[in-house]
């Protein structure tokens, strides 16, 4: 079965903290995103990757930054952490248009 | 105006009943649609994808697409408790092969036995 994995299914960190979110793909697609979900907002696209060392801003990259040193790889980094990074983080993954793979999600609260 | 607008319920329903979850679109320029469900402290999960126009069937799941009307629905036939959970369209126009999805806010379903 196809999988994207979610390092953490729970964080909690303190404001200021560099955190880092991990996804790994077994599934050799060259696209993978990171969304986070927020009630009333749903998901909001921060970065997303086409190719190894690629990289896009999505449309809330403010505070994000991304690594994708293998393909199967993608890290989500929140360089300084704050109480309104508080958030469900989804990592995807997809090959072509057949629509993405999810993660669990990775439940972050900054306190 | 949001690309994509989908009613957040929630929208409770009796089992067996037939459900009709619903999104409006702006961009006439979509070619691909999809719907997700997604259980409470889950990721979504694929249920349903369609290009273009038109019907697709899966089991109790049916999808359409109106192109004319920027409208598209996810149908759910003898609904049960586990169809219970929040439903999200996404939908996207190619661009440069990366698929990146628009979605909507997602429909919260709660099905009662």
């Known amino acids: 079965d196809v999988k994207v994995t979610q390092s953490s299914r729970y964080l909690v960190k303190r404001t200021g903290e560099k955190v880092f979110l991990e996804c790994v793909q077994d599934m050799d697609h060259e696209n993978m995103f990171w969304y986070r979900q927020d009630p009333g907002l749903g998901l909001r696209l921060i970065y997303f990757?086409?190719?190894?060392?690629?990289?896009e801003k999505g449309d809330i990259p403010e505070g994000y930054s991304v690594s994708r040193e293998k393909k199967e790889r993608f890290s989500l980094i929140l360089e300084s952490a704050s109480t309104n990074q508080t958030s469900m983080y989804l990592c995807a993954s997809s090959r072509t248009e057949n629509g993405y793979t999810f993660g669990s999600g990775t439940r972050l609260t900054v306190v | 105006q949001k690309e994509v607008e989908q009613d957040p319920g929630p929208l409770s329903v009796p089992e067996g009943a037939i459900v009709s979850l619903n999104c409006t679109y702006s961009?006439?320029?979509?070619?691909?649609f999809m719907w997700y469900r997604q259980y409470s402290r889950k990721g979504p999960e694929l249920l349903m994808y369609t290009y273009s126009s038109g019907n697709k069937e899966d089991g109790r799941f049916t999808a359409q697409v109106d192109k004319s009307s920027k409208y598209i629905s996810l149908f759910i036939r003898d609904s049960q408790p586990s169809d219970s959970a929040t439903y999200l369209c996404a939908m996207s126009r190619p661009s440069s092969g990366t698929y990146k999805y628009i979605f909507g806010t997602g429909t919260r379903l709660k099905v009662l036995a």
């Open positions: 990757s086409y190719d190894v060392k690629m990289k």
């Open positions: 961009n006439s320029a979509f070619q691909y």
